[in-house]
Structure formats: structure tokens, C-alpha cells
């Protein structure tokens, strides 16, 4: 994992300093600038490697417990769940403990991304955001609970691809 977010963030310095190169050398454009690039396109290649950690991924946002978005009244509970750019909510229940099994098949998705969960009270105007977190996967089916205002349990299943392997699905040996 360190290796990726090292990689990343690698790219993202390169990506920075060509964007300060540019406009630093708008005029004159130098070899500094060729190299930068035959920089990024190793970067790059990595990044591709990364991309063929594929696997099958459904989520399953199935409840939150002891929430408190409105005091003495129920809350107006709705979950989110973001995975790249695949969105989700929830209908709203409005209880404190609500049950969605809220089911998601995301289909063939990239594995090294975080899943990202929040829980939100619903009100008139703004609404309250009672628990947020982000979990990274591994290969299997596992249930994870993310605390914060109350609790909201998630359960996964990923699948790895054909010839993949590994927690997160990596190329096979
Ligand atoms: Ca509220
Ligand atoms: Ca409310």
C-alpha cells in the first residue's frame, strides 16, 4: 500500500512541477521539461500495473445503530457510499437504528481505491453528517463497522478477476 500512495504521490509532485514549469518557461520550454515527462510516463506505467487490480465488488450498507441526528425525535437516516466514481444512497428511514440492506453491485472495479461511507441526518436546510470513514479492501467477503455519531455496519464482497490474486487481486505469480 505504502508503495502506491508513494507512486501517487509521486505523479502529483511531477504533475506540480510541470505545472510550474510551464509557466515559469512558457517561452522557452527546455530539455528540464522533456525529462520531466519521460518522468511522468514511467510514473505512469506503474500506475497502469495498479489498474490491473480488478475485481468484482458488491456492497451492502446494512444498518447503523445508536444514531442522533435530532435529539428527542427520530433521525431522518440516509447512507452514502462512494467507490471511484460510483455513487450510492440509501433511502431515508427515520429511525435512530435503521435497517437498510441496502445492496450495491459496483461490477469490475479497480482495488486499490478506498470505499468511503458516511451517515447523514436528514433536516430542513442542512443536514447533519453523523459518520464518515474510508476503508480499503481486500479479497473476500467481510463486514467492517465504522463508529463516529453512532454506528454504521458495511459488508463487501470482492471478487478477484481471472489470473488475479492476492488481498487486493495483484497480478498473479
Ligand atoms: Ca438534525
Ligand atoms: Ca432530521
Same mark, same amino acid.
Given at each position: 500500500m505504502q508503495s502506491y500512495l508513494t507512486s501517487g504521490f509521486l505523479l502529483l509532485s511531477l504533475v506540480l512541477q510541470i505545472g510550474n514549469r510551464c509557466d /515559469?518557461? /512558457?517561452? /522557452?520550454?527546455?530539455d528540464d521539461l522533456v525529462e520531466t515527462l519521460q518522468g511522468v510516463e514511467m510514473v505512469h506505467s506503474d500506475?497502469?500495473?495498479q489498474k490491473n487490480m480488478m475485481g468484482s465488488l458488491s456492497v451492502i450498507i446494512v444498518r447503523a445503530l445508536g444514531l442522533n441526528g435530532d435529539g428527542l425525535m427520530k433521525t431522518n437516516a440516509v447512507a452514502r457510499m462512494w467507490y471511484s466514481s460510483i455513487y450510492h444512497e440509501t433511502n431515508e428511514i427515520k429511525s435512530d437504528n435503521p435497517t437498510w440492506n441496502a445492496?450495491?453491485?459496483?461490477?469490475?472495479?479497480?482495488?486499490?481505491?478506498?470505499?468511503?461511507?458516511?451517515?447523514?441526518?436528514?433536516?430542513?436546510?442542512?443536514?447533519d453528517l453523523l459518520i464518515?470513514?474510508?476503508q480499503y479492501l481486500t479479497q473476500g467477503t467481510h463486514t467492517f463497522t465504522c463508529s463516529g455519531n453512532g454506528q454504521v455496519e458495511v459488508k463487501y464482497s470482492l471478487i478477484c478477476e481471472p489470473g488475479l490474486t492476492g488481498s487486493q487481486c495483484e497480478v498473479g505469480k
Open positions: /515559469a518557461a /512558457a517561452f /522557452a520550454p527546455g500506475l497502469s500495473t445492496v450495491y453491485n459496483l461490477g469490475v472495479v479497480e482495488t486499490h481505491l478506498p470505499l468511503k461511507v458516511e451517515v447523514w441526518d436528514k433536516d430542513v436546510g442542512k443536514d464518515s470513514c474510508t
